[in-house]
Each structure stands twice: as structure tokens, then as C-alpha cells.
């Protein structure tokens, strides 16, 4: 069993920057792979960004390319997702979700495994 914690959404001026946090816990934590996803109001879930745990390869959907990093902290458990030029449309939940085993699929969160609870993120114009 793995628990995910998310935290560090809020409210932020279009242009603002947000630094979102995950942190697991729960059992020995080295997985394939942690991603990022969001869902606005009245849409599909949508991916936002992955990156390998053992590499730290990343991949980003192309809507939030150059104003999205994701990283990670093995020491602690931990994959951020920071936020910068945030745009109205980037307003949503924000879910991480870990995927535990290799698999080729990354941007489906019906491959991944566990997922933390979301965080508000409110991007006002």
C-alpha cells in the first residue's frame, strides 16, 4: 500500500508561479514511475507530466511545455511539480499518481497505481 499526500495549490494571478508537492509513504518506495494529472470542471481527467523514479527522465504534455517542471526527491519520497507563466486553462485539480512497474503507457492514469487525494489549483485572469 502506498499513500500519497499532495499540497501547495492555492489561488495565483494569471502569470504566477505555484510549486506543487507529493509526498509517498507507506512501504518501501521505489517505483517506475510518478505522474502528474489534472481534471478542470466538466472534463476528462487529464496527464500533465511523468518522470521516471530511478533516471528521472521526464515528459510533459505539450500545453504545458517550458512553464512546467517536474522533479523529484528520492531522499525524501517526494516528486514537485513547479508551476510558472500559469494560465486560466491551467486551472484544475491536481493529482499525482504513482505507477509501481514498467509499462510503456505513461500518459493513461489507468496504468497507475496509487494516487493522492488532489489539490485546487484556481488560476484567476
Known amino acids: 500500500q502506498v499513500q500519497l499526500v499532495e499540497s501547495g495549490g492555492g489561488l495565483v494571478q494569471a502569470g504566477g508561479s505555484l510549486r506543487l508537492s507529493c509526498a509517498a509513504s507507506?512501504?518501501?518506495?521505489?517505483?517506475?514511475?510518478m505522474g502528474w494529472f489534472r481534471q478542470a470542471p466538466g472534463k476528462d481527467r487529464e496527464f500533465v507530466a511523468t518522470?521516471?523514479?530511478?533516471?528521472?527522465?521526464?515528459t510533459y504534455v505539450t500545453s504545458v511545455k517550458d512553464r512546467f517542471t517536474i522533479s523529484r526527491d528520492k531522499a525524501k519520497n517526494t516528486v514537485y511539480l513547479q508551476m510558472n507563466s500559469l494560465k486560466p486553462e491551467d486551472t484544475a485539480v491536481y493529482y499525482c499518481a504513482v505507477k509501481l512497474y514498467f509499462g510503456l503507457i505513461f500518459n493513461d492514469g489507468r496504468f497507475y497505481d496509487y494516487w493522492g487525494q488532489g489539490t485546487q489549483v484556481t488560476v484567476s485572469s
Open positions: 507507506g512501504r518501501t518506495f521505489s517505483p517506475y514511475r
Open positions: 518522470i521516471t523514479w530511478s533516471e528521472g527522465t521526464t
